[in-house]
């Protein structure tokens, strides 16, 4: 789903304790013309304040959008709403007869793995969002394979570990470390912040899987320079239960502000191959252009 963020202090209005996974739909904005929800700007990922007051009075809408036009563009709408209103089982059921009418939709598909793990039935969870992932494998970021991997977990397939989650992780020294190059880093930091700001729009604290997911994302901003970013997503992971001596050192290496020295080393290390080209052509440009003015004076002298 693609949206407009936009600043704005955010408090999720609805919370429950189930893992969520993620919400699709033609865009934030229903048919109707209602706000579904608003997003924060930046690197932090708060979840979706929801700007859906009265759930039935958007459905009543939806009908009658429906019974003008029978796109199953509004019936994917309703069931939105009935997720958001935690109206679950009505939801599945009429994604269940989105799929039987028009098959084969990757919003229909992903929306019922999300109602299904929003229930606790994560077999079905599992099985509807692989599906979607086959239908779009680009969607969200290309970040759905993270939700395959938390539905996994929690079936019980593998433990509870930065490498299964994420399939990497990011050492236990003071400051974190990483294999990745800067572009497959940040690509990784996208993804994960699309999978927690949804899960943190369905899910209180405490948490295992967003604490885990959390405590990596921050090590990623870490990772990447974004230190006041890192620090604020570290203290949200404690708040989430995440428990380990290394988050409270990774926590106050956040809070130290770099210096103009140490931010100038970095940009060398992470830039040398730019800053290098960019030397070399300008030592080529001044040569040749000192080559074409000798070559005049001596034309004008003879």
């Known amino acids: 789903m693609q949206f407009i963020k936009q600043s704005l202090f955010i408090t999720s209005l609805f919370a429950v304790t189930n893992s969520f996974a993620c919400i699709n739909g033609p865009n934030r904005v229903l048919s109707t013309g209602t706000t579904l929800y608003i997003d924060h700007e930046g690197h932090v990922p708060y979840g979706h304040e929801f700007w859906l007051n009265d759930p039935q009075t958007e459905l009543r809408k939806l009908d009658s959008l429906y019974q003008v036009e029978p796109s199953p563009d509004f019936l994917n709408q309703k069931g939105i709403v009935y997720i958001i ?67 996994k977990y929690k079936l019980g397939q593998f433990d509870l570990t930065s490498k299964n989650l994420i399939n990497t992780d990011f050492g236990t020294e003071d400051f974190p470390k990483t294999n990745l190059s800067k572009q497959d880093l940040e690509q990784l930091l996208t993804q994960m912040y699309f999978q927690l700001n949804e899960r943190r729009s369905f899910v209180a604290p405490k948490d295992e899987i967003v604490a885990q997911l959390l405590f990596d994302y921050g090590n990623g901003l870490l990772l990447n320079d974004k ?60 040569f040749v252009l000192n080559k074409k003015n000798k070559k005049n004076r001596n034309k004008k002298s003879l």
């Open 227 to 286: 230190y006041a970013e890192a620090k604020e997503v570290y203290e949200h992971a404690i708040k989430y239960g995440f428990e380990s001596p290394l988050i409270h050192k990774r926590i106050e290496l956040a809070s130290v502000e770099k210096s103009p020295e140490t931010s100038f080393q970095a940009l060398i290390s992470n830039y040398w191959d730019t800053i290098l080209i960019s030397v070399i052509s300008t030592f080529g440009f001044v």
């Open 85 to 151: 209103a935690k109206d679950y089982q009505k939801a599945i059921d009429l994604y269940l007869k989105i799929e039987k009418e028009n098959p084969n939709q990757y919003s229909t598909a992903s929306n019922l793995g999300t109602a299904y793990e929003l229930i606790g039935d994560n077999k079905n969870a599992l099985k509807w969002i692989e599906r979607a992932l086959e239908l779009n494998p680009n969607s969200h970021e290309k970040s759905e394979w993270i939700h395959v991997n938390i539905l």
